[in-house]
């Protein structure tokens, strides 16, 4: 009995190096990084919807002046409808090609925008509208908001990425979560990670 009892006073001394070395393998660490990535990304998203949101009240201000213009506002709403169709949840962030169907239906709405913006330049009445002002202000503030948006989400996904394929991180990566590397958010046209450029 009192055998017993010395062994188990040692028992808690014995298992702190235990304690230390799993702490050191990324049991924190590692979902810490990977909730904060997830948190990142949906700041893209909410950015993404953001501009989505804005569009329509866009083409409508558009509509009213650029008759002439029907094949640009059909194109941008049907970007909007894709772009929007195309949801990618956190848990689909270790997939590239579900990121990638993302990022390409948004490239294909930036361009989209671009163009119809770039239209406007031939009508002289809608350039001075306070409503178009006023959506084209907010539209450009967006684009802004999603660029940083994605450089924020790019760094937290280097960051996880890194850790998960690094010792000690990885070896509590692979054993106690079977972590996945995410996916970067990259441009898939040439300039769509630049908000559309509108010159008046």
């Not at 306070?130 to 924020?152: V, Y």
């Not at 996880?160 to 441009?187: H, L, S, W």
């Amino acid at each position: 009995m009192t055998q017993r009892l010395r062994l188990s006073a040692f028992a808690p001394i014995a298992l702190a190096p235990l304690a230390l070395a799993v702490s050191g393998c990324g049991l924190n660490t590692v979902p810490t990084q990977e909730e904060n990535a997830k948190a990142k990304w949906a700041n893209v998203q909410a950015d993404y919807q953001r501009r989505a949101d804005l569009i329509p009240n866009l083409v409508e201000t558009v509509k009213g002046y650029a008759k002439q213009e029907q094949s640009v506002l059909v194109e941008v709403t049907e970007a909007r409808a894709k772009a929007t169709s195309v949801q990618v949840s956190a848990t689909d962030l270790t997939d590239p090609n579900k990121v990638a169907q993302f990022q390409q239906a948004q490239g294909a709405l930036s361009q989209g925008l671009g163009r119809l913006l770039a239209s406007v330049e031939a009508y002289p009445d809608l350039k001075s509208n306070q409503n178009f002002l006023a959506l084209q202000s907010q539209l450009e503030g967006t684009e802004n908001r999603i660029n940083i948006s994605i450089k924020d989400y790019n760094e937290a996904v280097q960051l996880y990425n890194t850790t998960i394929r690094t010792f000690p991180d990885a070896i509590g990566a692979k054993v106690f979560y079977g972590a996945e590397p995410m996916a970067p958010y990259q441009a898939t046209a040439p300039n769509a990670d630049r908000a559309p450029t509108v010159k008046f």
